[in-house]
């Protein structure tokens, strides 16, 4: 990360544990010629300056600092499996429209399920699909994959607007973009009933909490990586202190959470790693806990598990030493991994496919 950024972001973090949230956000528009916060992963949408434009503040920033907030280069798709497709789709609804990839393996017979991926900012569906290596791992199970994309126009850095209000409850924004589309292709694709889930990176992971706790009747269970728990923030300057770190008023929707199961990295500088834990405990339903650890890929971790009162799976928690803003064990390719760890798309498959069908 650029040192000018990072001595930024650790004065407005000073300020925001010893002063208030509006002397942070002045520290960072004094930095930055009129942006709030702006990391290159999972953030929110930059705060206009009152002497500036957006548009001229983040040419700014593009001049000052290349990369920060900006998109690489887009991948070269990777080699399908024979007999598989990654098809390109555009859906739309009363409440917006979004272009989205989906990932088609060789079927036999109906699908075990379908999971849709949620990339993180900057990011777009094929480097998601490449970063995560869900589409290698699809071809095991028999899922199918769909990964929607965000486009500037809804946020300047392609981030899902997981801290708008417009953006969080059932039936409008966002939600109902994502909950459409998922339930066209469920539905076109003869998916089982109890077998969609929902998986994010950064932003992605917390608009994957939102679609858990908005659409229960849809959604099986939720994977979340890097990101923050339901209704974290309601602005933009929320949305910074809650990457940063600050407790919030921990929000709760009426019923009981779905399934989730949580990665978090403890040297993630752009969402800070108590966010995984409140996730955790937003979706925790009570009961014992079994805590174990180990080390896969190179880092060690320690898990929390849960289980309902039925003992089914309830919650897991993999908290991950050393690991950053990354995908744990992704691929080098994509943007945002981390080949070290764990492998978070096959735990979280293991997870999904683990749970019994609604009704079993």
Not at 104 to 125: E, F, K
Not at 275 to 281: F, L, Q
Not at 337 to 358: H, I, K, V
């Amino acid at each position: 990360m650029n040192s000018r950024f990072s001595s930024a972001m650790q004065r407005a973090t000073e300020a925001l544990r010893s002063s208030t949230l509006a002397e942070a956000a002045d520290r960072l528009r004094t930095s930055f010629g009129g942006v709030a916060a702006d990391t290159a992963g999972g953030n929110p949408q930059s705060a206009e300056s009152p002497r500036k434009a957006l548009g001229e503040t983040l040419a700014d920033i593009a001049a000052r600092m290349p990369g920060i907030g900006m998109p690489g280069p887009e991948p070269e798709e990777a080699p399908l499996s024979e007999g598989a497709r990654f098809d390109a789709g555009t859906f739309a609804c009363a409440a917006g429209r979004r272009e989205y990839r989906v990932y088609l393996p060789r079927l036999t017979g109906r699908p075990r399920g379908l999971i849709l991926m949620l990339h993180g900012c900057t990011q777009t569906p094929v480097d998601f699909a490449i970063g995560t290596g869900m589409n290698r791992l699809a071809d095991h199970h028999g899922l199918i994959v769909v990964y929607p994309a965000q486009p500037r126009s809804a946020n300047v850095n392609a981030c899902w607007n997981w801290f708008s209000t417009d953006d969080q409850e059932r039936g409008a924004g966002e939600p109902a973009i994502l909950a459409g589309l998922t339930r066209e292709l469920y539905e076109r694709h003869d998916v089982p009933a109890g077998k969609v889930f929902v998986a994010g990176l950064s932003a992605g992971a917390a608009m994957a909490v939102i679609l858990g706790r908005s659409y229960p009747d849809l959604f099986a269970a939720v994977g979340a990586h890097s990101g923050l728990p339901y209704k974290a923030a309601n602005t933009a300057h929320g949305a910074f202190a809650a990457m940063a770190g600050s407790p919030a008023a921990m929000q709760d929707a009426s019923g009981p959470p779905l399934p989730t199961i949580v990665f978090h990295g403890s040297a993630d500088s752009t969402v800070a790693p108590a966010n995984g834990g409140r996730i955790a405990s937003q979706a925790h339903p009570g009961g014992a806990e079994v805590i174990d650890g180990g080390n896969a890929g190179g880092r060690s971790f320690t898990r929390t598990s849960v289980l309902a009162a039925d003992g089914t799976p309830a919650m897991e928690h993999w908290q991950i030493d050393g690991l950053g803003h990354a995908w744990s064990g992704g691929v080098p390719a994509g943007s945002y991994t981390d080949a070290e760890g764990p492998d978070a798309s096959a735990e979280m498959l293991r997870f999904f496919l683990g749970l019994p069908r609604r009704g079993e």
